[in-house]
């Protein structure tokens, strides 16, 4: 069955950059259907750390109040505990913080907000394929039917199905992480901080996400997701109570899985198609940027779009200015991911770079501030932070 009158856009995926590219695009007064796969809440393996960039773009999407409401944890800042060397404490500028949520609770504030500006939101439903039409997108194929729209929005995440119908798929992921996520109570007062501990083979990552629970990520690289196989629960578990600190933890669900992480896209845009959030790329969630990612990323498709609807226009060329943002905004940033999991993957070198940061506090919040969308790249090669990696 195919719908007679194409809607305007078709968003694929009620993630965080579904939803805000979908709320932004129906209050410029388009008419903008949503699906998802999934009924919410669904299960989302993720550390739940909004950056103080990211409550910035909720501010900006008119979501804050309606988070606060929620309830959320605090986040000043993130301290990491490489094995067996010096920790060292990052913290946001006195005037902003982070939040830590459960993505239940934030992805269905953010839907709900798209529902508000009048999207029309379909849970349940699949896309499986798209519609073509003189080599231009013209709609997506769900298990049930055929929908067309005027121009399609892949904001389907990691392993989206509309990229590599898009063929926008540069190579086969490859970074060989597992990540395992799970809730927990029992971890103690973690005083308004992410903590980030590093040893061999992989990390965990825990923070404070209100109500008594924290939230906890454990990583396990190359070899040692081999590890893990056919017993998530067993090896998260063990690799928790390493650490003395986390050793009253306990779990209160089952284990989350995913991995690989990397989704290394060659563009995002084509003919009648944008990707928005992880679906137009990924690296690695070590820095925790990818719910800013997603929102930012939501507010240059939306305005590019917007013009590209509004003249007729959703060509590839008419879409290219929010490709071209999407690099100067995001690129500086993805280049300081790769060198972070440079480090994380050599504890030698972690352990050197450690020690300089804990002897220099504000170093250390210059790097935190980078990591957290605060400040540029280039903000990390000014000389006067230079000189202080240096003496
Ligand atoms: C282990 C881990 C920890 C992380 N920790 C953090 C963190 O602390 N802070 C942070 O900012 N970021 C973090 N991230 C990254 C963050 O989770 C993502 O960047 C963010 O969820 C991206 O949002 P999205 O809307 O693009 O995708 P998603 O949130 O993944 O949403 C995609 C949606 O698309 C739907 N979908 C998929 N396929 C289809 C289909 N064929 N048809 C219809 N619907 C479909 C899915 O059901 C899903 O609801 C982490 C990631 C990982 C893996």
New binding site residues.
């Given amino acids: 069955m195919s719908e007679a009158a194409p809607r305007d856009v078709v968003v694929?995926?009620?993630?965080?950059?579904?939803?805000?590219t979908a709320a932004r695009l129906a209050d410029a007064g388009h008419c903008v259907l949503l699906?998802?796969?999934?009924h919410?809440p669904?299960p989302?393996?993720?550390?739940?750390?909004?950056?103080p960039a990211?409550v910035a773009a909720l501010a900006a999407l008119g979501v804050l109040g309606a988070v606060q409401a929620a309830g959320p944890a605090r986040l000043r800042g993130w301290r990491i505990q490489p094995h067996d060397s010096l920790a060292f404490s990052g913290s946001f500028p006195d005037d902003v913080n982070g939040f830590?949520l459960s993505?239940a609770v934030l992805?269905e504030i953010l839907l709900d907000h798209a529902r508000s500006r009048g999207v029309v939101v379909r849970m349940g439903?699949?896309?499986?394929d798209l519609l073509w039409s003189d080599g231009f997108v013209v709609g997506?194929r769900?298990r049930a039917e055929e929908i067309r729209a005027r121009l399609v929005v892949g904001?389907?995440?990691?392993?989206?199905?509309?990229v590599r119908k898009l063929n926008l798929l540069r190579r086969p992921p490859r970074l060989r992480k597992l990540?395992?996520?799970a809730h927990v109570r029992g971890v103690g007062d973690l005083d308004e901080q992410?903590v980030m501990y590093v040893h061999e083979g992989g990390c965990v990552?825990v923070?404070a996400v209100g109500d008594g629970t924290a939230?906890i990520?454990v990583?396990a690289e190359g070899e040692e997701a081999a590890h893990v196989a056919g017993n998530r629960n067993g090896y998260f578990d063990r690799t928790v109570r390493r650490y003395p600190a986390l050793s009253a933890a306990e779990r209160i669900e089952e284990v989350l899985a995913?991995?690989p992480?990397d989704w290394p896209t060659r563009g995002a845009v084509a003919d009648g198609a944008l990707l928005?959030?992880?679906?137009?790329g990924?690296y690695d969630?070590f820095t925790?940027?990818?719910?800013?990612?997603?929102l930012r990323?939501a507010e240059l498709a939306a305005g590019t779009a917007g013009a590209a609807l509004r003249h007729g226009d959703v060509s590839a060329a008419a879409l290219a200015p929010y490709e071209r943002a999407r690099r100067r905004g995001f690129g500086p940033g993805e280049r300081v991911q790769r060198l972070v999991e440079f480090f994380v993957a050599r504890p030698d070198l972690l352990k050197a770079v450690a020690g300089r940061l804990a002897r220099r506090p504000a170093l250390a919040d210059a790097l935190i501030a980078v990591t957290g969308d605060l400040k540029p790249v280039r903000s990390l090669l000014s000389p006067r932070v230079l000189a202080r990696w240096v003496f």
């Fill in positions: 694929v995926g009620g993630g965080p950059a579904g939803s805000a699906l998802d796969r999934a919410f669904r989302k393996p993720c550390g739940e750390c909004l950056n990211a830590a993505r992805d439903e699949q896309v499986t997506v769900t904001a389907d995440g990691l392993r989206s199905i509309v990540a395992l996520a992410g990552g923070a939230n990520v990583v995913t991995g992480f928005v959030g992880d679906a137009a990924y969630p925790g940027q990818g719910i800013f990612r997603a990323g």
